[in-house]
């Protein structure tokens, strides 16, 4: 069963281009306690900064346990797809969750309160995507049909890269570290005129630093749009 991916894919315009684009410069751009997104240039960095958030430490070791624990059976009946050419996706199985107990609840209203301006119209549906640990996201831009200005995901389970790149200019790029068990925000011009994706294990490299990228579940977050 192919759920919001397939909805987001349909009218997502082309990969744009490899994750292989050559960079020129590396500037830092401190995120709280940590330097979590490193660009192309320290202009992009400042300027894109206040629409892509990074927050480690956003969920507990036992709020991640709750989150598997409601998520592992269902997911566990789907098998991972791999050999869909022209999927943004590769190695992945998804669901989608109205209804959650509630400690996950509480977790996603957390989520909901940082990320969202109050009073605005959020998706029912909560998307969770399962990678394998050899899955990855090609670039895209989500279909601006069926999700609106923010995009907020916790990722489970694994630390992983995801890169943002300008869709006109492949030379303007933002990388973020996605520890484990942190929130990530994406907001108006990233979520718009940015391609994003998640690395491959192989490509995961942040800052110079190779990052292992296992089996990663995010559980995400949008509003409709406007
Ligand atoms: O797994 C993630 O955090 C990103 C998901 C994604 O790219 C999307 O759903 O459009």
Request: hydrophobic share 35%.
């Amino acid at each position: 069963m192919k759920l919001l991916l397939t909805a987001y894919t349909r009218t997502l315009r082309p990969a744009l281009r490899t994750s292989t684009h050559r960079r020129t410069r590396t500037d830092l751009l401190p995120v709280r306690d940590q330097a979590l997104i490193v660009g192309s240039n320290q202009d992009l960095v400042q300027r894109l900064g206040s629409q892509v958030e990074v927050r480690t430490g956003f969920i507990s070791e036992e709020e991640e346990e709750v989150f598997l624990r409601e998520l592992e059976p269902g997911l566990k009946k789907k098998r991972y797809e791999f050999d869909h050419w022209d999927d943004a996706i590769h190695g992945y199985r998804e669901t989608e969750r109205v209804s959650w107990g509630s400690a996950c609840e509480e977790v996603l209203n957390r989520v909901r309160s940082v990320a969202f301006s109050e009073g605005s119209q959020l998706l029912g549906p909560v998307h969770v995507l399962d990678l394998d640990r050899s899955g990855y996201i090609k670039p895209h831009i989500d279909s601006v049909k069926f999700c609106g200005s923010t995009i907020a995901g916790l990722s489970l389970l694994s630390d992983s890269i995801m890169r943002l790149v300008k869709e006109d200019s492949s030379g303007e790029w933002l990388d973020l570290l996605l520890p484990r068990r942190s929130l990530y925000i994406l907001r108006d011009q990233a979520r718009y005129h940015f391609t994003h994706e998640i690395l491959k294990d192989e490509e995961s490299v942040f800052n110079g630093q190779k990052v292992s990228r296992g089996r990663r579940i995010s559980v995400i977050c949008r509003n409709l749009p406007g």
